[in-house]
């Protein structure tokens, strides 16, 4: 009989199933631990992966996406060990975490389950890690969120066991199923996961009846963990919301009765509701909220203008038709800022004048358009320069905010801690950045003691200032930005320790595992493709552009159609009029495929090489210039308009 069973059921995380393979791999040295790997039938290489790279583990590849609690429940039963841990595949997990684990358990016989402590990628420590039996007053507690200003209190904090702290070991109701050890001997008292949960609440019902069955679980503060925490299952999602939720109503079902119950049922419906409403609005704000911003205060700065105009005396106006006409300026003025570009993103330092720019053409448009109204619409030439100044002035701060928090794309302060991977991280990064960014770096020796010059690699403009213990100095002395770690010179230790640090000072942290191509972090595996180009026309800021610049030259075209007549390009009117409507595009995309037809193909005459580069780098670094010039070319060359691609 094994001391250990890992358990690790995965679902389409290929690169944190590696990680983490890897540090358990570490973590078991000198033990006697086993370790499952339980797929749900993933499509991103997972099952060739972990035969290539880790023989040794016992894998059982499902045909089916079985759900968490069976796939659980199929190793467990093979398993051989004295304790069960039950992992996530987004984890790391230091190289102390299983002895540590041992340790306690074997000091403590009650101990049935037990739970460490637990950060995310930022360094967050995650409250999760000890939690309380969520009764309906708990839940109250944790809807309302009363456990954010009464962290210590056991009544009001009894979801996130507020009695015990975060470095203080102590029994607690619940473990996170991210990370929970079990003994088991326990397990065969109270039984398995239950199978009635898919995914989520399975932790909670198991946790539970271990108490129930007269156990003890324990929080233990003697090692940690990383818990990068749903990224196989993105938790701002409805389909997160509806899943966690009614695996709570089918928990409560099981464990409450009457009164209770019915309670802790209706405060489940209203969060879900709650909750839904919730990921809606910011969906449109992670997507419109610059737009949503600038829109809504230049509305209500507007109205106090006009209100202001009036109540001074300057203008009487007749507010009946004020306020439809400004409502009809102020709609002109902000959809003309948003489709000149007003809010695209900052994927390049030019086009941080893009803004200004847009802005001054909106205005100017504004403008024109009152200026041609009927007399009697014309309410104030002051109101009307009002509204495209006061829009300017808040549309300008929230761009600064925008960029200030984007940060330079092409300078970036970092420091790498390596030791003989060094040269391996810094050509990952190059790699996998996409646009040419400059070298502003320094390197900490991985180990606790610096190797003599002629021992360390030597990498222009990456200067070695001192070791891993120096980190923090370093981040300070330097105003590091990001911390990128070898995954194969770092002890999981050393990062895990760097995390709290990392996290408050707001320094963004990644680990490059230069094996597999992978840098990790919170927001998943960067790796070297085409996604990374800045300016690639699969980001949605670069196809707007193309199909702001599909509007404007087929109004233009349009707009000149008698002259055009005259020339005998007559037939590009009705291709123009599809254009404008986005029905067609004028220009191919290169080598992205896309359902919209394209009426010109850029890669006429060139051979087959040359067309295909042509293609790429269109394709890849798209600028609406680039549509210009092959428009202007069959416009003045009399090219046929040939519809292609899909109808």
């Not at 120096?470 to 010179?489: C, K, P, W, Y």
Request: with cysteine.
């Amino acid at each position: 009989m094994t001391d250990l069973s890992v358990v690790i059921v995965s679902y389409n995380v290929r690169a944190f199933l590696e990680q983490c393979l890897v540090s358990v791999e570490r973590a078991s040295k000198g033990l006697n631990v086993e370790v499952w790997v339980v797929d749900n039938k993933s499509v991103d290489g997972s099952v060739d992966m972990v035969r290539r790279r880790f023989p040794w583990v016992k894998l059982i590849a499902n045909e089916d996406n079985v759900g968490f609690s069976v796939a659980n429940n199929q190793a467990i039963r093979q398993s051989s060990g004295k304790h069960v841990l039950l992992l996530n595949p987004d984890t790391v997990v230091r190289e102390d975490t299983f002895a540590k684990g041992l340790e306690h358990m074997a000091a403590h016989p009650k101990v049935g389950g037990m739970g460490v402590p637990m950060y995310d990628g930022t360094g967050k420590y995650l409250p999760e890690s000890k939690r309380g039996l969520p009764t309906p007053w708990v839940a109250f507690c944790r809807m309302a969120g009363l456990h954010h200003f009464t962290t210590k209190s056991q009544k009001f904090n009894a979801y996130y066991a507020g009695h015990l702290g975060e470095h203080d070991t102590g029994p607690v109701d619940i473990l996170a199923g991210a990370y929970m050890w079990m003994r088991k001997d326990a397990l065969d008292e109270v039984g398995l996961l239950d199978e009635q949960f898919f995914m989520y609440g399975e932790d909670i019902d198991l946790s539970w009846r271990l108490v129930l069955g007269g156990w003890e679980n324990h929080y233990c503060a003697n090692t940690s963990i990383i818990h990068y925490k749903g990224e196989s299952t993105k938790k701002g999602s409805l389909n997160y919301v509806m899943v966690f939720y009614n695996a709570m109503l089918l928990f409560a079902a099981k464990h409450y009765e009457g009164r209770q119950a019915r309670a802790f049922s209706w405060m489940i419906r209203v969060a879900i509701y709650g909750r839904a409403a919730l990921a809606v609005v910011r969906r449109m704000f992670s997507r419109w909220g610059d737009l949503i911003r600038v829109a809504g205060l230049t509305l209500a700065v507007f109205g106090a203008w006009l209100w202001a105009l009036d109540a001074l005396g300057q203008r009487q106006f007749n507010w009946s038709d004020v306020l439809w006409q400004g409502a009809l300026l102020w709609a002109l003025q902000t959809a003309a800022l948003t489709l000149f570009g007003g809010h695209a993103e900052p994927s390049r330092l030019h086009s941080r004048f893009r803004p200004w720019s847009a802005w001054v053409a909106a205005s100017s448009l504004t403008v024109i358009v009152y200026s041609l109204w009927p007399e009697g619409w014309r309410f104030s030439r002051s109101g009307v320069l009002g509204l495209v100044f006061l829009q300017g002035v808040i549309h300008a701060a929230v761009a600064h905010r925008r960029w200030k928090r984007a940060g330079n794309p092409r300078m970036i302060r970092r420091v790498l801690v390596a030791s003989q991977d060094l040269p391996a991280v810094v050509d990952l990064l190059r790699k996998t950045e996409g646009v040419q960014q400059k070298q502003q770096a320094h390197a900490l020796w991985a180990q606790d003691t610096l190797a003599p010059d002629d021992l360390r690699p030597s990498i222009q403009a990456i200067p070695w200032v001192g070791t891993v213990q120096d980190l923090s100095d370093a981040l300070q002395i330097h105003n590091v930005q990001e911390v990128v770690f070898s995954g194969r010179d770092v002890t999981a230790e050393h990062i895990v320790k760097a995390l709290p640090e990392l996290g408050k000072r707001g320094v963004h942290c990644r680990i490059a595992w230069t094996d597999a191509g992978d840098l990790m972090a919170s927001g998943g595996a960067a790796r070297p493709s085409f996604v990374d180009f800045q300016r690639g026309l699969h980001r949605p800021e670069m196809a707007s552009a193309k199909r702001r610049f599909d509007v404007a030259s087929s109004a233009l075209i349009l707009l000149f159609a008698p002259g055009l007549v005259a020339l005998g390009r007559a037939s590009w009117l009705g291709p123009a009029w599809h254009v404008l409507c986005g029905q067609k595009t004028w220009v191919s995309p290169g080598s992205l495929d896309i359902e919209k037809p394209h009426l010109l193909d850029l890669k006429d005459g060139l051979g087959d090489r040359a067309a295909r580069r042509k293609a790429f780098t269109h394709t890849q670094d798209y600028h609406w210039k680039k549509d210009l010039s092959v428009v202007v070319d069959a416009l003045f060359s009399q090219r046929a308009i040939i519809s292609h691609g899909h109808h």
